[in-house]
């Protein structure tokens, strides 16, 4: 009578603390650039407009929702345009890579197993392995993708969510600078003190998602906003009065 082998299983700790968060979504990035692109332009063109005009003046308010309304837009006509010719472009070599397993199997199993050779398999598994795969096009087309060319053919970014993500978080960040002005303040120090620990927070979240303490992210986000505004707030007072 044989001895029946059971196949190992993973425990229920390791399953449970050995997750990874999505890191191909499409979404995470859009969504962190808009917010912090929204909060930096139009803190800085506030800034601008604050350093060449009448503190208070109603142009600050057109060019704040200027701003808000135009960046917006533009980060998600470019995020869908961006995400959707790399969407395009990854289908195009996902289909050279389809028809040359259709051409030429046999040599697209040997160029499959050298690539598990050079990853340190044993060659006799290597060449089983490859097999396998090949036994099925389209398990072969997934594994040819994802050792080609990195990606996994599934799972590509979609440009609507990386266009919505990008308008919805780019409105939000640009509105913080803008809302002190659209509540009866008349001068430029509500939006200062809200942009700045704006910056802070946003930098401390997205820590979350790095390798980064919260306070080396927070605090780095904020020297960058405030420079960015200082440097605009400088050139609104070296144009404005000359215009006005």
């Known amino acids: 009578m044989g001895l029946v082998t059971e196949t190992p299983q993973v425990s229920n700790e390791h399953h449970g603390d050995h997750t990874h968060r999505d890191v191909n979504g499409g979404w995470l990035r859009p969504a962190v650039f808009g917010a912090m692109d929204g909060l930096v332009s139009n803190f800085a063109l506030i800034a601008g407009m604050d350093g060449g005009t009448s503190s208070g003046s109603k142009f600050i308010v057109l060019a704040g929702l200027a701003g808000l309304a135009a960046g917006a837009f533009s980060m998600a006509a470019g995020e869908y345009t961006s995400v959707a010719s790399q969407r395009e472009l990854a289908h195009a070599e996902i289909e050279v890579e389809r028809k040359e397993i259709r051409k030429h199997p046999l040599d697209e199993e040997i160029e499959l197993a050298e690539t598990y050779r050079a990853k340190g398999l044993d060659p006799d598994l290597a060449s ?56 009866g303040s008349g001068t430029v120090v509500p939006s200062l003190i809200l942009s700045l620990t704006a910056l802070f927070v946003c930098g401390a979240v997205v820590s979350r998602v790095t390798t980064r303490s919260w306070w080396y992210s927070g605090l780095r986000q904020l020297l960058l906003g405030a420079a960015a505004a200082a440097l605009t707030y400088f050139v609104g007072t070296l144009v404005g009065p000359g215009i006005g």
């Open 128 to 183: 089983k392995v490859a097999k396998q795969f090949h036994a099925n096009p389209d398990q072969a087309l997934e594994e040819h993708v994802r050792e080609e060319l990195g990606i996994d053919p599934g799972d590509l970014p979609n440009p609507l969510i990386a266009a919505a993500s990008s308008f919805i978080c780019f409105a939000v960040g640009a509105f913080i600078p803008l809302a002190p002005y659209l509540f």
